[in-house]
């Protein structure tokens, strides 16, 4: 497949896609997707959405046909993906579909896969993450949340933080220690729990933009069945590694591209106001934030080409995401800049009971993005490693 055209299957596809879009895709869930501004929509307003393309056969493009997904090629996937964003659609929460539905698949018994995996399909079940701990930094491994073996169960003790959609989620899979004398990657386990259990409690992180998005979960002497683990005791390590294989999905620049779209119909928008025009200056970083997603977008068909293929994505994997995290950092900068003192009021507030946001249509967010955005060079791997990385495995530093 060449790295800048699609064959003409594949555009055929874009328009059964489009197609779609344009039927299912109302105004008010437009709406809701335009106005999300973390990584996910919030759970509620994201399932409606969910169950359509579950009713369509759509909710799972990347799964294997025999459990439910869509057979379709890594470029489909690309181009759903790039279509739907572009068109506004909502965004799911992902930790069901692309996390632990293919650990199950992989490593999960015959009674897992029967149990969970089509309730995440139809989304009756919602999962949560719980990895990241108080303290651990982006040091998995250094996890302390224990669980003690107790006949036919463990009984869980500790803490997990950053759980997004906890306070929505029915379910959590989670990474326990089981043997803390092991060296820290060994001794630990991975386990599945019931989020109504006995002595689990969410309390909410409300984020500098105002986001419920996520959570601190605490474990007070909660009671796993051992049935619910995922692979070997002590062997929750390898199992967790296998998630690797499930970040490299989706569309990067088409996000970006929409970033822009919307950053520039804010500077239209202030402009129509009567407000002081934004300086060359302005506009000059505006196209320099479009070279770099061209260049983004570059990369990522070489990616998808080289995935096409069957070879592993490499180093350029980690290049994509520093390129692209800190590319939508710039762009929510620059909506910042162009909405100037406008930017102060609390959006959230001022637009509760239906209320118009204060100053254009395009405001309404703006601020909220920016201050998610500050996240995104964070989670998933920090800018640091990701050059770390990319010195090691590219320049071979």
Not at 34 to 39: A, I, L, M, N, P
Not at 249 to 274: M, P
Request: charged residues 20%.
């Amino acid at each position: 497949m060449p790295v800048q055209s699609f064959s003409s299957t594949d555009e055929a596809f874009r328009g059964e896609v489009r197609a779609f879009l344009d039927a299912e895709l109302t105004p008010e869930l437009r709406r809701i997707g335009r106005e999300t501004t973390g990584v996910f929509t919030d759970w509620p307003l994201a399932k409606p959405w969910h169950q359509i393309l579950y009713r369509k056969g759509w909710i799972a493009p990347f799964w294997p046909q025999e459990y439910g997904g869509t057979g379709w090629s890594i470029v489909q996937q690309y181009i759903f993906s790039s279509e739907a964003t572009a068109a506004h659609a909502p965004r799911p929460a992902a930790m069901g579909l692309r996390m632990v539905a293919p650990i199950l698949m992989r490593f999960g018994r015959e009674d897992q896969k029967k149990r969970y995996i089509p309730k995440i399909l139809s989304g009756d079940d919602l999962w949560c993450q719980g990895y990241s701990e108080p303290g651990s930094g982006s040091d998995l491994a250094s996890l302390q949340t224990r669980a003690i073996s107790d006949g036919d169960d463990y009984i869980v003790n500790g803490s997990k933080i950053w759980t997004t959609h906890a306070q929505w989620a029915t379910r959590m899979f989670c990474l326990v220690r089981t043997d803390p004398a092991a060296k820290p990657q060994a001794g630990i386990t991975f386990l599945l729990l019931d989020m109504d259990t006995p002595g689990i409690t969410i309390k909410p992180i409300i984020t500098l933009a105002g986001d419920h998005e996520v959570n601190q979960v605490f474990f007070d002497d909660v009671r796993v069945p051992k049935s619910n683990r995922v692979g070997e005791e002590n062997q929750g390590w390898t199992v967790a590694k296998h998630l690797l294989e499930f970040e490299r999905g989706g569309s990067a620049s088409a996000g970006k591209h929409v970033e822009i779209n919307q950053v520039r119909a804010l500077a239209d928008a202030i402009a129509g106001t009567g407000a002081a025009a934004l300086g060359d200056a302005w506009y000059e970083r505006l196209a320099q934030s479009e070279i770099a997603l061209s260049a983004l977008e570059g990369i990522e068909r070489k990616v998808l080409s080289a995935v096409s293929r069957g070879d592993a994505p490499g180093p350029a994997s980690s290049l994509l995401k520093l390129m692209g995290s800190e590319l939508s950092q710039k762009i929510s900068e620059l909506g910042l800049e162009a909405l100037g003192y406008l930017g102060l009021p609390d959006q959230h507030r001022a637009t509760a009971g239906g209320n118009s946001p204060i100053g254009p249509e395009e405001a309404r967010t703006t601020t909220a993005r920016y201050l998610n955005q500050r996240a995104v060079t964070i989670f998933g791997g920090t800018s640091e490693v990701q050059r770390n990385l990319i010195a090691k495995l590219v320049i071979g530093l």
